[in-house]
C-alpha cells in the first residue's frame, strides 16, 4: 500500500489521470455506471427527439391500456404514454440530483472547513448542529423544510441542499483537522500565507476527494429523496412528469394498471445504481481509504 | 462502565434542548397558518382572534417556545389545533404501530444483512459474494415506496398471500417490515462484509489459523465478533434511517402511525402535531444512538476504559 502511494506521488499530473481513466477501463463495473450516467445525461438532454409522444399529450380513448407495441410501456389514467413521460421524468432527476448536490457540497464543504481550520469553540458549535442534522432521518429534515419553503421543484431542491450539507461538512471538517498540521502548511504560513489562502488554496484542494466521491453517490440519493417528495405530493406539480409525482398518482391505479408504477421505479432504480457503482469504483480510482467515507 | 452511561445519558439533555429549538423554530416559519383552515364563512374577525389568542399564535416566537416547553415538562403536548384532541393521546394511539414496525424492521435488517456480510465474505471474489453484494446494494438503493408498492403488487395482488393493508394483526406487519428491513439490511450486509475481510487480515487470525483452529470456528468466533463493532456504530448512527424508511412506508401500507400522524399535519399545518410527533421520532433517534453507544462499549473494552 505505501509503496503504491509513493509510486503515485511521483508520477506527473497528467499521467495520473490517464492512470484513472485506465483504472476505470479495467473495473467492468466503473466502466457500467459511467455508461449509465451517461446515458442518464444522455436521455436528460434529447428526452424531447427521443420520445415517441407528448409527456402531456391526453388521450382518454387509450386510458391505462397496457404495455404494447405503440406504447412501449402502457399509458397512464389519462392515456398518456409512461415511456415518453419517463424520458423527460429524467430531466427532473438529473436537474434536482445535480443542483442539490452541489449546492449541500458548496455549504457543507465551507461550513465543515471553517470548522476544522479554525477549532475551538466554532468548532463544536458546527459540529453539534451538523451532527443532529445528520443524525436525524434525511426524509423528515426534507419534509419539514419543504413545509417551509413550500412545494415544488425548486423547493425541493433547497430543502435537500439543506439536507445533505452535513455529510460533506463531518467529511471536510475530518480532512482538514487531518491536513492542517502538515508540514507544507506550516510552511506556507512561515512565507506569510493567509488563513485565507491556506485553506482555500492548499488545503481544500487536497480535502475534496472524498467528498467527490461521496457526491457522486449523493447525486443518486438526492434523486430518491425528490421522487419520494414526490411520492408524498410535494415535489414537481403536475402536469410535469417526475418519477415520482408519476408512481404518486399511479397508486390510485395500482390494481388496474401497475406498469404506471413499476416503470419509473424501474427507470430510478437503473439511475441510482449507476451512480452507487461509479462512486464505488471511484474510491479505488483516488485511492481513498473506504473508512474515511463513513 | 455505568459511568460512561451516565454520562452519555447527560449528553441526551443539550441534544434534547438543541432538537426542540431547531424543530419548533422550523415549523413556525412556515407560511400560512392552521387557523386559515378552521375559519368557516360564518365566522367573524372576534372569533378569528378568539382562537389566534387561545394557541398563543399573536405571541413572538421566543415566548411560544417557553410556553410549549414548558407544557411539554407537565407532559402536556398542546392540543391538535383540527383534531381538538389532546397530542399526547394521538401519540400514545400511533406510536404502537410505529414502534412495532420500527423495531421488527431493525431486527430483520440487522439479522439478514449479518448473515449476508458473512457469507459473502467467506465467499469473497466468488459469485455468490458478487450476487449477494449485488442484492445489498439494490435493498441501499431501491426508494422504500417503491418497493412497498412492488410488494404489494405481487404478494397481496397477484399471489393473494397476505393483505395490503391494515394495522390489527402480525400478518399485516410482514409486508411493511419487509419494505424496511430490506433498505436496511443492504447497508448492514455490505458493511460486515467490508469489516470481516478487514478483520481477517490481521496478525491475530493469521496466528489462529497457523495454530490449525478450523476454519469455522474462526470465522464466527474471531472474526465475526471483532467485525461486528463498526457493524453496531453504523446501525446506531443510521437507526434513523430506518425510521425514515418507516414514515413512508406507513402512508404506502395506510398503516396509522406516526409517519402518517406527522404527514397529515404537515398537510394541514396543525403544528402541535407536527411538533409532537417530530419530536417523539428526535426523541426515538436519539435513544436509539445511545442504545448503540452502550452496545458498542460493552462490545468492545477498549471504548469502557477509554471514558475511565
Given at each position: 500500500?505505501e509503496?503504491h502511494q509513493?509510486?503515485?506521488?511521483?508520477i506527473?499530473?497528467a499521467?495520473?489521470?490517464?492512470?484513472?481513466?485506465?483504472?476505470?477501463?479495467?473495473?467492468?463495473?466503473?466502466?457500467?455506471?459511467?455508461?449509465?450516467?451517461?446515458?442518464?445525461?444522455?436521455?436528460?438532454?434529447?428526452?424531447?427527439?427521443?420520445?415517441p409522444?407528448?409527456?402531456?399529450?391526453?388521450?382518454?380513448?387509450?386510458?391505462n391500456?397496457?404495455?404494447?407495441?405503440?406504447?412501449?410501456?402502457?399509458?397512464?389514467e389519462?392515456?398518456?404514454?409512461?415511456f415518453?413521460?419517463?424520458?423527460?421524468?429524467?430531466?427532473?432527476s438529473?436537474y434536482?440530483?445535480?443542483?442539490?448536490?452541489?449546492?449541500?457540497?458548496?455549504?457543507?464543504?465551507?461550513?465543515?472547513?471553517i470548522a476544522?481550520?479554525?477549532?475551538?469553540?466554532?468548532d463544536?458549535?458546527?459540529?453539534?448542529?451538523?451532527d443532529?442534522?445528520w443524525?436525524?432521518?434525511?426524509?423528515?429534515?426534507?419534509l419539514?423544510?419543504?413545509?417551509?419553503?413550500?412545494?415544488?421543484?425548486e423547493c425541493?431542491?433547497i430543502?435537500?441542499?439543506?439536507?445533505?450539507?452535513?455529510q460533506?461538512?463531518?467529511?471536510?471538517?475530518?480532512?482538514?483537522?487531518?491536513?492542517?498540521?502538515e508540514?507544507?502548511?506550516?510552511a506556507?504560513?512561515?512565507?506569510?500565507?493567509?488563513?485565507?489562502?491556506?485553506?482555500?488554496?492548499?488545503?481544500?484542494?487536497?480535502a475534496i476527494?472524498?467528498?467527490?466521491v461521496?457526491?457522486?453517490i449523493?447525486?443518486?440519493?438526492?434523486?430518491?429523496?425528490?421522487?419520494?417528495?414526490?411520492?408524498?405530493?410535494?415535489?414537481?406539480?403536475?402536469?410535469?412528469?417526475?418519477?415520482?409525482a408519476?408512481?404518486?398518482?399511479g397508486?390510485?391505479?395500482l390494481?388496474?394498471?401497475?406498469?404506471?408504477i413499476?416503470?419509473p421505479?424501474?427507470?430510478?432504480?437503473?439511475?441510482?445504481?449507476?451512480?452507487n457503482?461509479?462512486?464505488?469504483v471511484?474510491?479505488d480510482?483516488?485511492?481513498?481509504?473506504?473508512?474515511?467515507?463513513? | 462502565m455505568?459511568q460512561?452511561?451516565?454520562?452519555?445519558l447527560?449528553?441526551?439533555?443539550?441534544?434534547?434542548?438543541?432538537?426542540s429549538?431547531i424543530?419548533?423554530?422550523?415549523?413556525?416559519?412556515v407560511?400560512?397558518n392552521?387557523?386559515?383552515?378552521?375559519?368557516?364563512?360564518?365566522m367573524?374577525?372576534?372569533?378569528?382572534?378568539?382562537?389566534i389568542?387561545?394557541?398563543?399564535?399573536?405571541?413572538?416566537?421566543?415566548?411560544?417556545?417557553?410556553?410549549?416547553?414548558?407544557n411539554?415538562?407537565?407532559?402536556?403536548?398542546?392540543?391538535?389545533?383540527?383534531?381538538?384532541?389532546p397530542?399526547?393521546?394521538?401519540?400514545?394511539?400511533?406510536?404502537?404501530?410505529?414502534?412495532?414496525?420500527?423495531?421488527?424492521?431493525?431486527?430483520?435488517?440487522?439479522?439478514?444483512?449479518?448473515s449476508?456480510g458473512?457469507?459473502?465474505?467467506?465467499?469473497?471474489?466468488t459469485?455468490?459474494?458478487?450476487?449477494?453484494?449485488?442484492v445489498?446494494?439494490?435493498?441501499?438503493?431501491?426508494?422504500?415506496?417503491?418497493l412497498?408498492?412492488i410488494?404489494?403488487?405481487?404478494?397481496?395482488?397477484?399471489?393473494?398471500?397476505?393483505?395490503v393493508?391494515?394495522?390489527?394483526?402480525l400478518?399485516s406487519?410482514?409486508?411493511?417490515?419487509?419494505?424496511?428491513?430490506?433498505?436496511?439490511?443492504?447497508?448492514?450486509?455490505?458493511?460486515?462484509?467490508?469489516?470481516?475481510?478487514?478483520?481477517?487480515?490481521r496478525?491475530?487470525?493469521?496466528?489462529?489459523?497457523?495454530?490449525?483452529?478450523g476454519?469455522k470456528?474462526?470465522?464466527?468466533?474471531h472474526?465475526?465478533?471483532?467485525?461486528?463493532?463498526?457493524?453496531i456504530?453504523?446501525?446506531?448512527?443510521r437507526?434513523?434511517?430506518?425510521l425514515?424508511g418507516?414514515?413512508?412506508?406507513?402512508?404506502?401500507f395506510?398503516?396509522?402511525?406516526?409517519g402518517?400522524?406527522?404527514?397529515?399535519?404537515?398537510f394541514?399545518r396543525?403544528?402541535?402535531v407536527?411538533?409532537?410527533?417530530?419530536?417523539?421520532?428526535?426523541?426515538?433517534?436519539?435513544?436509539?444512538?445511545?442504545?448503540?453507544?452502550?452496545l458498542?462499549?460493552?462490545?468492545d473494552?477498549?471504548?469502557?476504559?477509554?471514558?475511565?
Amino acid at each position: 500500500m505505501e509503496t503504491h502511494q509513493d509510486q503515485e506521488s511521483i508520477i506527473p499530473p497528467a499521467n495520473r489521470w490517464i492512470r484513472r481513466v485506465k483504472k476505470i477501463r479495467s473495473n467492468r463495473a466503473g466502466l457500467l455506471g459511467a455508461f449509465l450516467i451517461a446515458g442518464l445525461i444522455l436521455v436528460a438532454l434529447t428526452a424531447d427527439l427521443l420520445a415517441p409522444y407528448s409527456y402531456k399529450e391526453q388521450d382518454l380513448t387509450i386510458m391505462n391500456s397496457p404495455p404494447s407495441i405503440d406504447h412501449l410501456m402502457g399509458t397512464d389514467e389519462f392515456g398518456r404514454d409512461v415511456f415518453s413521460r419517463i424520458l423527460h421524468g429524467s430531466r427532473i432527476s438529473v436537474y434536482v440530483g445535480v443542483v442539490s448536490v452541489g449546492l449541500s457540497v458548496l455549504i457543507g464543504s465551507l461550513l465543515g472547513a471553517i470548522a476544522g481550520y479554525y477549532g475551538g469553540i466554532l468548532d463544536r458549535g458546527l459540529s453539534l448542529i451538523t451532527d443532529l442534522t445528520w443524525s436525524l432521518p434525511e426524509i423528515l429534515v426534507a419534509l419539514l423544510l419543504v413545509a417551509v419553503v413550500g412545494a415544488g421543484v425548486e423547493c425541493v431542491i433547497i430543502a435537500i441542499a439543506l439536507t445533505y450539507w452535513a455529510q460533506y461538512a463531518r467529511l471536510i471538517r475530518g480532512q482538514i483537522l487531518m491536513l492542517k498540521n502538515e508540514i507544507y502548511v506550516e510552511a506556507t504560513r512561515s512565507l506569510g500565507a493567509t488563513d485565507y489562502t491556506i485553506l482555500f488554496k492548499h488545503l481544500f484542494p487536497n480535502a475534496i476527494a472524498p467528498v467527490i466521491v461521496a457526491a457522486t453517490i449523493g447525486i443518486g440519493q438526492a434523486i430518491v429523496l425528490e421522487a419520494t417528495l414526490g411520492f408524498l405530493g410535494m415535489g414537481a406539480q403536475p402536469p410535469t412528469p417526475s418519477w415520482g409525482a408519476m408512481m404518486s398518482n399511479g397508486t390510485a391505479y395500482l390494481f388496474i394498471s401497475p406498469w404506471v408504477i413499476i416503470f419509473p421505479g424501474i427507470a430510478m432504480m437503473i439511475t441510482v445504481f449507476g451512480f452507487n457503482l461509479f462512486g464505488d469504483v471511484l474510491v479505488d480510482i483516488m485511492d481513498i481509504r473506504e473508512d474515511t467515507l463513513k | 462502565m455505568w459511568q460512561f452511561i451516565l454520562r452519555r445519558l447527560l449528553l441526551m439533555i443539550p441534544i434534547f434542548f438543541v432538537l426542540s429549538v431547531i424543530i419548533f423554530s422550523l415549523i413556525h416559519i412556515v407560511p400560512g397558518n392552521p387557523i386559515d383552515n378552521l375559519i368557516g364563512p360564518g365566522m367573524t374577525k372576534a372569533h378569528e382572534q378568539k382562537l389566534i389568542e387561545k394557541y398563543h399564535l399573536d405571541k413572538p416566537l421566543p415566548v411560544q417556545y417557553g410556553i410549549w416547553l414548558a407544557n411539554l415538562f407537565q407532559g402536556d403536548l398542546g392540543t391538535s389545533i383540527i383534531e381538538k384532541r389532546p397530542v399526547a393521546e394521538l401519540l400514545r394511539h400511533h406510536l404502537p404501530y410505529s414502534l412495532s414496525l420500527g423495531l421488527t424492521a431493525i431486527a430483520l435488517s440487522f439479522v439478514l444483512g449479518v448473515s449476508m456480510g458473512i457469507i459473502s465474505a467467506a465467499a469473497k471474489d466468488t459469485f455468490i459474494d458478487h450476487a449477494a453484494m449485488v442484492v445489498a446494494l439494490f435493498g441501499v438503493t431501491i426508494p422504500a415506496f417503491w418497493l412497498g408498492l412492488i410488494l404489494i403488487l405481487i404478494f397481496a395482488v397477484w399471489l393473494n398471500l397476505l393483505p395490503v393493508s391494515g394495522s390489527g394483526d402480525l400478518l399485516s406487519l410482514i409486508l411493511p417490515a419487509v419494505t424496511v428491513g430490506l433498505g436496511g439490511a443492504g447497508l448492514i450486509a455490505r458493511i460486515t462484509r467490508v469489516s470481516m475481510l478487514e478483520v481477517a487480515s490481521r496478525d491475530f487470525i493469521v496466528m489462529l489459523h497457523a495454530k490449525g483452529l478450523g476454519k469455522k470456528a474462526i470465522l464466527l468466533k474471531h472474526t465475526l465478533r471483532n467485525a461486528l463493532i463498526p457493524v453496531i456504530t453504523i446501525l446506531g448512527l443510521r437507526i434513523g434511517w430506518v425510521l425514515g424508511g418507516t414514515v413512508t412506508v406507513e402512508i404506502v401500507f395506510a398503516r396509522p402511525g406516526l409517519g402518517q400522524l406527522l404527514i397529515t399535519g404537515l398537510f394541514r399545518r396543525d403544528y402541535p402535531v407536527i411538533q409532537g410527533a417530530m419530536l417523539l421520532l428526535a426523541m426515538g433517534i436519539v435513544l436509539g444512538t445511545f442504545l448503540a453507544d452502550v452496545l458498542y462499549a460493552v462490545a468492545d473494552p477498549r471504548v469502557r476504559d477509554q471514558h475511565q
